[in-house]
């Protein structure tokens, strides 16, 4: 058996545990590299917490580069600037090109500010931990001099858990600072209906969530496109404007730029098509996990939707494609499972209370869907945080 070389681009979700795997199915008999702009992997989920001063950066990251070395993983920081797949290259800006046999692209997302006007210079996210920590000091500002807040998902954005997670952690840290009467709360979202998530929603999350808003007097509004944003507030294409001091939105996902300057690789938004293998339908040894690849959405809605891959289906695609390079290196079939067959788990903290989501496909039909509400699912939630992070943290031990 010829010694193959599988690189992998980007270390967070999808490239750390593509990794791991892959190191561990191959052993020495093949080289494993991973090429990132960055030695940190975040934990994303506990972003929705770092604005109120409830994580720090220690906290939620850590160094991946004694872990790659004790498993016998070479690591490269750099930024790529391109894939050449006709000639099995990741071409690097300060490393230069890194040949490969195999690749596996799990870089995420580029987070689009500019496809609305405003955007990056009025409102906040939490899609990073730079915009996070952009988005602690407006909130301290705010805390100051408080009025209305607006909380969106925007059209084609996919993150809605994130969204409604950051909105019901603000609702209940306004209500901690007795804010609660002079900061009336509105979510804005592209969803035609309240807990549609991107993917035609989830048993009876929307019942629960509409009982939520009323509770909480949240106001929605649903199937809305964001015109513009600015310093005092928001602008819907429908001609409302929605008043506020403290704006965050979540935006839409691009595909990053190394895939978009690689031709044939993406469609136009620059996500990778690949098939259930997780494969690229025409260069053959590129996979796919993560942000990083295009799931179409389950129907068409008003204002378009995109379709959340992050967390646990991720890391099910990259094991996936792992798997499947380790059976074509040794000529056994592949696996296959469509994104939508995939099992469903989620946490979703709104506070000191949550939801816990669990079903047996990402998308519909479902046979079993379950959601289990209450104080337990934000333990669980902390719980996981401090479980998935250890582990991570030590898997070299």
């Given at each position: 058996m010829n010694r193959k070389r599988i690189v992998i681009a980007g270390t967070n979700f999808a490239g750390y545990t593509a990794a791991l795997e892959l190191k561990e199915l191959v052993g020495e008999n093949h080289d494993v590299v991973v090429v990132a702009n960055t030695h940190k992997f975040l934990f994303f989920p506990s972003l929705i917490w770092y604005p109120f001063g409830l994580r720090e950066e220690k906290d939620i990251t850590f160094d991946v580069r004694p872990i790659y070395e004790s498993h016998g993983i070479q690591f490269i920081e750099g930024e790529?600037?391109?894939?050449?797949?006709?000639?099995?290259q990741v071409v690097t800006r300060e490393q230069g090109p890194v040949g490969y046999d195999y690749l596996v692209i799990g870089t995420g997302p580029k987070v689009d500010y500019d496809y609305i006007p405003g955007l990056r210079e009025h409102a906040y996210s939490i899609v990073g931990l730079g915009p996070a920590h952009r988005t602690r000091e407006g909130?301290?500002?705010?805390?100051?001099?408080?009025?209305?807040?607006?909380?969106?998902a925007a059209q084609g954005a996919a993150c809605f858990g994130a969204a409604y997670e950051f909105l019901f952690n603000t609702r209940y840290q306004l209500a901690k600072n007795d804010?609660?009467?002079q900061a009336p709360l509105t979510y804005v979202t592209a969803e035609p209906f309240a807990a549609h998530f991107g993917i035609g929603g989830f048993g009876n999350?929307?019942?629960?969530?509409?009982?939520?808003?009323?509770?909480?007097?949240?106001h929605a509004r649903l199937s809305a496109e964001i015109d513009s944003v600015t310093a005092d507030g928001v602008h819907l294409k429908d001609g409302e404007f929605l008043p506020s001091k403290f704006t965050m939105i979540v935006p839409r996902f691009l595909g990053v730029d190394a895939v978009r300057n690689t031709p044939g690789l993406a469609n136009?938004?620059?996500f990778i098509e690949v098939d259930d293998t997780y494969q690229h339908p025409v260069f053959r040894n590129v996979f796919a996990a993560g942000v990083a690849v295009h799931v179409r959405p389950p129907g068409p809605t008003a204002v378009p939707c995109g379709v959340p891959k992050t967390g646990w289906p991720t890391e099910q695609m990259a094991k996936l494609a792992v798997k499947n390079i380790v059976a074509d290196i040794k000529g056994l079939p592949f696996k296959a499972e469509k994104f939508g067959e995939m099992a469903?788990?989620?946490i979703m903290d709104t506070g000191n209370m949550g939801m816990m989501i669990v079903g047996d496909h990402m998308l519909s039909p479902r046979?079993?869907?379950?959601?289990?509400?209450g104080p337990e699912a934000h333990w669980a939630k902390l719980a996981f945080e401090k479980y998935f992070l250890w582990t991570r943290r030590h898997a070299h031990v």
């Open positions: 790529i600037d391109r894939f050449d797949p006709p000639t099995n909130w301290q500002k705010f805390l100051a001099d408080p009025g209305p807040v607006v909380i969106g804010l609660a009467d999350a929307q019942k629960m969530c509409e009982w939520m808003f009323k509770h909480y007097h949240i136009p938004a620059g469903s788990y989620c046979e079993h869907e379950f959601i289990i509400p």
